[in-house]
């Protein structure tokens, strides 16, 4: 059974950055795109980007001047920054894998979630 | 960037109910397009991917249809387990983008 688990600070002051981890265990991270997804408090969705194990990454251009994303496959862990971070940053932070076939793309696995604050 | 609208925002149903959400894409996304289970607290959970295909584990009273620009789930027989927010979500292109959500509560 494949986990993800996030793991970061929890409270970032503004104008610095954000780093979060997500550590994949039960499988490979190898063949796989693996997103950061985030949740202000009582808000929806909202898909901040993808690493596939071979570095290849996309961006959501609202945010893309901001992320950075990383893959460690020997650790199998893939990684978030986000700069220069205001109040508007404060949300819950998923990781997901992305499941892709012919005619699906899809996020099976998720993290539980790791709750950022951005507060001095 | 693709734009997903759900409708209605949030319902009240009973149990036994049977209930539809839909979620329209402004432009087409063929069947790229999935369903998601939230409960408060905890990570979304993938109830239908490519419009209609069941996800493993997930109870058969939920199904999705549509193509192109329309879809919608249905839960055929409310149960208490099933009260929790709903989402759509396209996988078309990048970036993927998310319905604003519809939550279902007891009435």
């Known amino acids: 059974q494949v986990q993800l688990q996030e793991s970061g600070p929890g409270l970032v002051k503004p104008s610095e950055t954000l780093s979060l981890t997500c550590s994949v265990s039960?499988?490979?991270?190898?063949?796989?795109?693996w997103s950061w997804i985030r949740q202000p408090a009582g808000k929806g969705l909202e898909w901040i980007g993808r690493i596939y194990s071979t570095e290849t990454t996309n961006y959501n251009p609202s945010l893309k001047s901001r992320v950075t994303m990383s893959v460690d496959t020997s650790k199998n862990q893939f990684s978030l920054n986000l700069s220069s971070v205001t109040a508007a940053d404060t949300a819950v932070y998923y990781c997901a894998r992305e499941s892709s076939t012919v005619t699906s793309r899809s996020f099976d696995y998720w993290g539980q979630g790791t709750l950022v604050t951005v507060s001095s | 960037d693709i734009q997903m609208t759900q409708s209605p925002s949030s319902l009240s149903a009973s149990v036994g109910d049977s209930v539809t959400i839909t979620c329209r894409a402004s432009?087409?996304?063929?069947?790229?397009l999935n369903w998601y289970q939230q409960k408060p607290g905890k990570a979304p959970k993938l109830l239908i991917y490519?419009?209609?295909s069941l996800q493993s584990g997930v109870p058969s009273r939920f199904s999705g249809s549509g193509s192109g620009t329309d879809f919608t789930l249905t839960i055929s027989s409310l149960q208490p387990e099933d009260f929790a927010t709903y989402y759509c979500q396209q996988s078309y292109t990048t970036p993927r983008t998310f319905g604003q959500g519809t939550k279902v509560e007891i009435k």
């Open positions: 039960g499988g490979s991270i190898s063949s796989y795109y």
């Open positions: 432009q087409s996304i063929s069947n790229y």
């Open positions: 490519a419009a209609s």
